[in-house]
């Protein structure tokens, strides 16, 4: 079964860029343009990772990250990023799930692989 993915991406280009990309990698890919939406698709999905713009229009997606660590705390956020807030790692300090953070622009071959890498680590802790 193909690992499920949920991607935050407020930029409709980009989002559709990434989607592709992970699915043609062989993810189940969800992709959602707002908090509230994301929110509600974490609902929907028990396992998984989280791909998280850090900001929505003028909003951050740091409430995603920290309701993700409540409702499902072993489920890995990767956040992507053009900002520059937070370039000293102060990040990962901000919610227990955030794992990885890739700056934008990202290459497309390193986001599937940073996929690829969470995926595994996801398998390996399984294994455990």
């Known amino acids: 079964m ?33 908090c509230a939406e994301a929110i509600a698709a974490l609902s929907d999905i028990e396992t998984g990772i989280l791909i998280l713009d850090l900001k929505i229009g003028e909003d951050m997606s740091l409430p995603v990250a920290d309701y993700a660590a409540l409702m499902r705390p072993d489920m890995p956020v990767v956040y992507i990023t053009g900002s520059r807030l937070f370039t000293g790692g102060e990040l990962f300090g901000l919610s227990r799930n955030i794992r990885w953070v890739l700056h934008k622009p990202v290459n497309l071959p390193d986001l599937v692989s940073m996929i690829d890498y969470v995926a595994g680590q996801m398998v390996t802790a399984e294994a455990c």
């Open 2 to 34: 193909p690992t499920k993915v949920l991607l935050l991406e407020d930029d409709a280009g980009v989002r559709f860029t990434f989607t592709m990309a992970l699915q043609n990698a062989g993810y189940d890919v969800k992709s959602v343009a707002s």
